[in-house]
Structure formats: structure tokens, C-alpha cells
């Protein structure tokens, strides 16, 4: 078989100059347009998001089938990590954040790899799901005032807290997620939700830093059972709090390497945390 | 590349048990004769290898068989067509839906087009194909998942090479060379990669890829251990086993398959090394290849340290391994190989992100041997001499517009630039005035991404001989052009499988050599100056699953 290649040749090699001036047009255009253009956020979405949130950002994709928890349905308009107070929506440096990070222990990868433009076009596009987005504003951040010091006296009123305002009853005693409430727990959507296990991890599902650890406190994350104790806790009581939550984590935070020893030399005059606990703790 | 890249670029030297069977089979007496026909390289023909073992009493005949059985050298660096008849270029590569299963994401969220990856895919990769997400250890996972994919690709293909010397007289190999054009057409198949890649706990990740020529036979295309994160960092991570080289424009996850598009010939060029003269005294000599077994696309054995940033913008690899090519069994004795890799990436706004950096690697290729009883001893390969390659490579986006830049120059040791010349047994003096020869490589591959399902792509490539061995060569003796264009369409994008319709055309122009395909009958025209151009029409079905 002869092949006459030339004409090919030529015809093949006008198409994709064509091609690539097409391209570099698009670029320009995309250019122009600034950060968090929807149209850009789609073809984002479309290739890594599709799978598991679906065509229409409801959560379920063809992939949602198999996912634990399930993923999250952008037409809610509910998100979990926010910097702003509950029942508000989040800021978009919020659902930026939350795409950056992913979701420890879930099937939500930290997409840090996209680009900073690529991730802010995905946020655009997310917010067009929901028609809430048009009418209504993000809400206004929370302020987190400075972290109280590091000590183990604070780490012994957050474990008072702990048991006070009943977080064992979701979290279980040793904040395994393992509470008598936990097996009950089901989120906005009626799907079984489980607590937060402190010892797996090394980082929240919202952050890693104690400020983050902190706006979960505050903020709440809608959608599910956790609620906002902004109501019940003061700032101090919420660091409190805070200091005892990473003695629970197996990673070496400044509070687990203090609370260790003491916890060692003074486990017996502890009180236990759970339904079992009877008496005030030492002071 | 299946059945590619184990055989591939392997010179006679290269291969001791070759050399041995080689010595039987042709004996003293003819081996001379028998290397002289550079021809002769096409024995095993165009339809696959003869693996019957049967030896012939010709030396043209020998030679091929000796090609045809040990996977030497057949001129010019390019074993395809002795490799089953395996024209086309299929990778050994790396798309393993099995991970998709294991996350959930669909092809594309690593994948600019499989098995290409994108930034994402990159820190995947550069994490020990781990998302990092806690969930990355196999006991994190139920007991059914099993980390293994598969890959193979029917196809339809047109392959044509001018100016290939064949027999005056079909039959008679007295009867001299006369040049034809050699075309193929027909339905085909690939060969298959098994794909099995992961996690044997948390930070130690595995690569086994069994990988077989289009008629199942089997090689170890790669196998490695890693060993993630030591000293909890990213920066330090250590791979050690068979592995592609930390290349900035893989070789392995390029988009284009056809015998003459589906491979970067700057990794594996080599030029021409000596003249051996013709057994038509009608005929002119021949030119022989540089006898440097290397290609950078070629997967090594041996061990690299790597590192990189959070998100891959910045990445560094060095590397070191043994002087084998990636070939098994240390038959050479002792040598080793140095890699390195450095690139940096930073955002450019709404264009995207742009990639650049730089590679480096120092070789080095024995010349002589110790016998016994006149016969070669393994292990005894000594007299190494040097060779490298080094260039800039890039990965720049200008939206959905991907350049693959790279420029190359490259240089071979005059002692292994002439120790190609098919006679490496005994090894052959220096020709006088014979000179370490020098060559520029580059080429520009474009992909145009209509969607994630859809992209558009081409790539033009030149080489250029800066300094012949001999003197007497032609100054653009060797010199390549070559051009590719082609599509992929993936008309779904689950996160289980992947199928991509794939059509693609390719051609490459050559002076006074065969076409690094190895399409046609894969030997030298009879004149130096003689362009040989060589084209591939390539429709598929490319799936993995």
C-alpha cells in the first residue's frame, strides 16, 4: 500500500497549528477573566470532582455508591468547615480551604496539587449549585482571640469540659468515636455519621492547628451532629478544651508531651470520664 | 514499552550469553562475515520472531537468529521488529485503574490523558502512590482489593519504510541488495502490561509490572520497593529495584503509541559508530551503530533518592545504576551509572502551571573482556569508558495548551562509539581518526486538552550529529526528523476502567540510517546520504482496566 502522505501531511500539520492557536486563545480569554471563573471551575469539576459529588454537585456521583461518609452535596449549600457562625454560609477562602486540605480519613484527597486559580474556579463552580449563594451573603468570620497558655492546668478543666459538656457521649471517653451516642448519629441527610476518632489521626478533618480545632467549637460543622457551643464556652474555656483534645491524638503535641508524665503519676486521681464519672475533679 | 524497552537498545556487547551463543552458532570463521551485512539485522523479518531456535548455516541468517533468540543489536538501536513483530510502541506504562478503585477518582483527576500525568497525579506518584489521606495503607482497605490493572491495545495500523536493502533475488542472499519500500498493513495487537503498584504499608510502596511482547512472552518491565518519607519527610525517599528514570517528559506515560511516534527518539538515539564493508562488492560499506547500550527511556536496575515539596513544585532525583541498561543478570561484571533530576513549577495564573528543569546522566560501558578456552567470562567485562546525556526539559501549560519542551546533548566515548561495528568479539581497535561523537537532540510534543476525554497532540522532533565518529561520514549522516500527530478519546471516564479510541499518524526521516522504529526491515540504505522515511497510520482501541 502506497501511502501519498504529502497532502496528509499537510492537512494534519494546518490542524493542529490551528489547534494550538485555538489554545493559546482560550488561554488569553481565561486570562482576562480573573480568579474563580465558574465556566473554568467546570471543566475542573468535571475532571476530578464528577466522580463522587455528580454531574449536579448533589453527592452522587457514580463513585458515591461506595464512599463512607458519603460526599458532600453542594446543592445543601451546607458545608462543615467554616470560619463563619452556623446556619451561615461559608466564606469562599472557606470551601477553598476545605478543597486544599481534603478531609483526613475520607475519600476526599487534599487537592493542594491544582493550582491556586484552578481551586478558586472549582469554588466558583460549586457555588452555582445552589441558589442560595445568590441570595444570600457568606457569613461574617468569627474572631479566634489569642490561645491561652499551654499547661496541664488547662488541660485538666478541658477534660472537665470534656465530661462536663457531654462530648464523651458522641467522642467516647477516650475520644475513640465510640460513645453510646455514636452508633445513633446520622447527618442532615439521614445517613449514619460517625464521631470524630481522635487516636487515628494526626490531623481534624478541618485543620491541624489549634485554631482550627478551636472554630470546630465555635462554628459548629453544619450538616452534622456537632453542634456550635459558641453559646455554652468562653474563649478561655474553648483553648481549654482544645489543649485536652490533642492529649487524645497519638501524635507528640506540646500538650501530649506535658500531660503524659502527669497523667502517669497521677492516673488514680483522675476521674474517669463517661457515665461513670461520680465525683468533681481534683482542682 | 512492551517488549520494548527490555531488548531495546541493548548492543551486542551488551548481552555475554548472546555473545557466547553468537560465537557458537557463527563460529570464528564466519563471524566476520557474518556482522558484515548490516542487513542481516532483518532476519527475523517484519511478522514476528522465529522461536523455533532453528540456526542457519548463512551468516546473514546466523546473525538474525542471533538476534531473533538473544535480543542483540540489530544496527541501530531499535530491537521492535525482532521483538515478536512488535512494531508498535506501546508502553510499559503506568495507568493503573486499580488505584482509581482504590480512591474513587476517576482516571482524570491524575491523568491529564492516561497515562500521562498531570501535577496531581505527580504528587501521587512522588508520595508512594499514596493520597496521604490516612487511608493509604493496605489494611486501611477491605481484604477483596487487589492492586493490579491491566493494559493492551488491539489496533489497526499502516507502517512504511523506504530504501530497505532485501535479497536482489528473493531467496538468494549471494545475490546482492536492491532497495524497496516495505509496507505493513493489517490488524494487530499490542502487548500486555500487568500493572501492580501500591502500598505494602503505610510508607512503603511497591511497583511490579510483568510485562509481555505482543506473542506473551514475559519480562520484568519494572519491580522496585520504596520507602516513603524517611525521617518523616518528603524529601527523602529511596527507591531501589528496576524503575524508569525520574525523566521531566516521561517516555513511559507519553500519549502517542504508533512503531514510529510512540517513543522519544532523543532517548534513544545513538549514531553511527564504523564502517563495515559490504559482502556485495557492489555495494558501499555500511554503517554500523555506536555500540552504547542506554536508552533514557529505558527503566534502570538500581537505587534513587528523591525528594520533593508538598504539592511536587519543587522535585530532585539522583540516582545510581548498575551499567546494564536495565538488563538482568550482571553478566558484564561491575559498573555503575549516575542520574540526576531537578525541576521546579510555579503558577502562572489562569495559564496554569509551568514546569522546567534540568537532567543529567553519566554512564559508563565496558570495552574488554577475559576469556577462556577464547570464549568470554561472565563477569569480566572491563575497560570502562563513559558516555552522557544532558538536557533542560520542561512542562508548561498555556491553559488547556501542554508544550513538552526538551533539548538534549549527548556524547559517547570514541571506544564505545566504534565498539557497535558488530564485532565485539574480540573487541576491535580504534579506527584511526575515529572521534568521540557529539549530537543535539530536542523536540516540542503539544497536547490540546478539548476536554478531559478529548485531547489533541503533536510533536516534532530533530536530531542532529555535531560530531560524526569518522571523519569520513557524512556531516548529517544519522540526523532524524520526525513528526507525530494524533488524537485520544475517551468517550466515558469512570473510575474503574479506562478505553480511549486513539488514531495517530507519524513519520520520521533519517539520513543514511534505519528509522529508530525499526519498521521495514530495520537495516541501513546502501548509500550514506540516502533519506529513509519511514511513516505509521495508527487507529486503536487503547484500554486498561
Redesign the interface.
Known sequence: ???Q?RP??VT??A??LL??I???R???A??A??AG?PH?GE?AY???C???HGPQGDGRG??AQ??EPKPRDFTEALFKCRSTPTGTLPTDNDVEQAITR?????????????????RRNLVAYIKTFSPKWTTRPAGTPIVIPAETPVNVESIIRGRQLFQKMECWKCHGPAGHGDGPAASALTDSKDQPIRPYNFS????FKCGSTNADLYRIFMTGLDGTPMPSFVDQLKPNDAWDLVHFLRTLQPAQSPEAILWAPYHRAHAAELPPIGADAATPPPT | MTGWSRRKFAPVQMSFGALCALSLLVGASTRATAMTGVGGANGSGIHGSDRDGRADTQPRALYAEFLRRYGGSSGFGNEKHFDGGTTLAVHSSSVIPAFARKYGLPCSACHTSWPQLNNFGQVFRDNGYRLMNERDSPIDHAPGYWPIAARITPHFRVDRTTNQPVDAVPGDPTSGFAERAITQTGFDLSGLDLLMIGTLSNNISFGLIPSSDNQGSFHLEAAYVRFNDLLSSNWANLKVGKFELDNIVSEKRELLLSGNGGFYQSYHFVPAGVLVASPDPTLPASPVPDGTSFGLGDNQLGAEFSGHSVNSYTRFSVGLFSSTDGEVGLQQGSGFDAAVALSQAFEAGSLGLERIGVFGYRGNRPTTFATLNGQPVPGTWDGNKSFYRAGVAGDLYLGNLELLPLYMRASDDVALATAGGGQPFPPQPVPVGARSPVWNAAFLEAHYFVSHQFVAMGRHEVIRVATQTLPEFPSDLGNVDATAVGFRWNPFMLSRTGLALHGEYAWTSTTGLPPLSGLGSGAPPNDLTTRVKSSSIFLALDFAF
Open positions: 500500500m502506497h501511502l502522505t496528509l501531511r494534519i500539520v490542524s493542529a489547534l494550538t485555538g489554545g493559546a482560550t488561554a488569553l481565561q486570562m477573566q480573573g471563573d473554568a471543566s468535571n475532571r476530578n464528577i466522580g463522587c457514580e463513585n461506595w464512599i481534603g478531609f483526613v480519613t475520607t475519600n476526599m484527597p487534599s487537592w493542594r496539587p491544582l493550582t491556586e486559580e484552578t487515628t489521626g494526626t490531623r
